[in-house]
């Protein structure tokens, strides 16, 4: 077996046995991994809460045939509020469960590992309602998904759009509506967020437009991944 060293974030965990736990991450160098962690449900365990969904962590494993395992392990990054803010809590769980969702095994990608890691750190940092939905735009164009929003995909009319579809490419007009209902706010938004002024539209979204940037941006990653996420209930 090859010994390896990497970072990454653990997205998930499950029991294993009687003692045991495999845990995935998404690591900066590996990808997506699931590996063991031995005895870390006993007391005495020397890995503890390291471990847990959220945590960002140096490790050290051994490469196994089908589940790695753990030998070492230390924090990396520590979050100080995402465990303790509810609302943090729960958009954090939205950016762990869809990246696990939309990624395999065994593919390094250094862009998503950024994207994750950046966006913990900033809603851990200010809390801002305006993560998740530029978590979930910037996701949706890492996975080649980059919808339309400066006028309808099927007429070419700016105004009035009415709603906004991935199947169709983007917004539609009253015309032509399909999908989901957008407001012009909203729509601002993503654009900004589409055109690499993620800082900028943290800055300047208003509170009540964050708050439904952000069920949009829900509504449109489970469309993505044709399922309802886990994770999501608080924002439905």
């Known amino acids: 077996m090859a010994l390896y060293r990497d970072e990454g974030v653990v997205l998930r965990t499950h029991k ?10 998404f690591t900066a160098g590996h990808g997506k991994i699931r590996a063991v962690a031995k005895g870390i449900r006993r007391t005495r365990s020397k890995f503890g809460s390291r471990l847990e969904p959220m945590s960002w962590v140096n490790g050290q494993f051994y490469e ?31 950016m762990l469960e869809a990246v696990e969702l939309t990624t395999q095994e ?36 890492l996975e080649g998904i ?26 539609l007009c009253d015309d032509h509506r399909a999908g989901r209902p957008i407001t012009p706010e909203v729509r601002h938004a993503l654009g900004l967020v589409l055109a690499g002024e993620v800082r900028r539209m943290l ?12 069920f949009l941006a829900v509504q449109l990653l489970e469309q993505h991944l044709e399922r309802r996420l886990k994770s999501a209930v608080p924002f439905r």
């Not at 250094?110 to 978590?135: C, K, M, Y």
């Not at 980059?146 to 759009?161: A, F, T, W």
């Open 146 to 171: 980059q919808p339309r929003v400066d006028e309808c995909v099927i007429c070419g009319k700016s105004e009035p759009i009415e709603a906004i579809a991935l199947d169709q490419g983007g917004v």
């Open 203 to 214: 800055a300047e979204t208003p509170a009540d437009v964050a708050d439904q940037t952000e």
């Open 64 to 94: 196994g045939r089908n589940l790695d395992i753990v030998t070492q392990v230390e924090t990396a990054f520590r979050f100080t509020y995402l465990r303790s803010d509810p609302g943090r809590l729960h958009r954090a769980a939205v």
């Open 106 to 141: 065994g593919g390094p990608d250094r862009s998503i590992f950024n994207l994750l890691t950046g966006a913990l750190q900033e809603l851990d940092r200010s809390g801002n309602h305006s993560v998740l939905p530029a978590f979930v735009a910037k996701l949706l164009m």
């Open 16 to 25: 294993l046995g009687e003692a045991d736990r495999i845990i995935t991450l």
